[in-house]
């Protein structure tokens, strides 16, 4: 959890220096719902995320460095520079995606659960999401051909209570929202999303049933966002108490103060590895700032999966016909 939380500061900082571009999500106060899914998945499943998902590819063990990277647009980065703070993409930790359209990605989770099915695997798809994603379209009809067809999938969805600037309650009839699985009728819960523990608990049930009975499960997880949507969100929305009781919940304090009250940990041991972390996030960032750019002449690449007679080169910036032709 600490990863996760030294990382995101150190991405806000470097985005506000604008070593980082585009767009740019936290995972800044999910940290306890980060880790806690993915302590729950093995390495022979595969993940499938929404746009928040640097906590995620840390957790689910891409390198550091190599993630920095890909925020700074450097070679050395997970996806080559290419995919940026949202498509963060690694097929060594089945993590596929970063996914930057909303709901984007349930679809492919689904096609990937219909993969495993169809060879009689044994794997598990986890397809995180945010809470906004349960208002559109895809959301409804990937859990409906979920259940239809017995994918072996666990639908998340993360409740942050915020879907950009508007609140769950304002937004959906039904706030609950693990209740909206009963429609397909898929089975569902909720869990409390600061609760690093609590998380994992939920999520291994959620994984068990998939994998035992391939059947499609949601989870849904109830945190706060520490900080705006993005980076540059300034977050005017929320109100001084309402920033103020998410700040009392965040689960990195908390369970430093559990750790140290259960006698399960130190202060100074805890701070020790604090320390350990930052020198890890540290050496992240002399990495992907050593990183070379990617070279103009790519620009093109990885646009087919193969070559494309006719395919035009020309750069935007080239004169669409050639001087003295």
Known sequence: MLLVRRFEERTAQAYTEAKIGGYCHLNLGEEATVVGLMAAIEERDYLFTNYRDHGYALIRGMD??????????????????????????????????????????????????????????????????????????????????????????????????????????????EPELYKRASSYRMESARVDGNDVI??????????????????????????????????????AYRSKEEVDEVRAQDPVAGLHDRLVADGAATAEGLAEIDADVHRIVKAAVEFAEKSPAPEVSSLFDYTYASPVPNDSRRLPADPLFPVGA
């Open 64 to 173: 550091p460095g190599r993630v920095m990277a890909e925020l700074y647009g450097r070679q050395d980065g997970v996806s080559k520079g290419w995919g940026g703070s949202m498509h963060l993409f690694d097929t060594d930790v089945r993590q596929l995606g970063g996914y930057g359209i909303v709901g984007g990605q349930l679809p492919l989770a689904a096609g990937a659960a219909l993969a495993v099915s169809y060879r009689d695997g044994d794997e598990v798809v986890m397809c995180q999401m945010g809470d906004g994603t349960t208002n559109i379209g895809a959301f409804h009809e990937t859990l409906n051909i979920a259940t239809l067809w017995d994918l072996p999938i666990v639908f998340v969805v993360v409740n942050n209570r915020l879907g950009m600037g508007t609140t769950v309650e304002m937004s959906s009839a």
């Open 198 to 235: 609590a998380v994992r608990d939920a999520a291994k049930v959620a994984v068990e049933r998939a994998r035992e009975e391939q059947r499609p499960y949601l989870l849904e997880t109830v945190s706060g966002r520490l900080r705006g949507h993005s980076v540059v969100d300034p977050a």
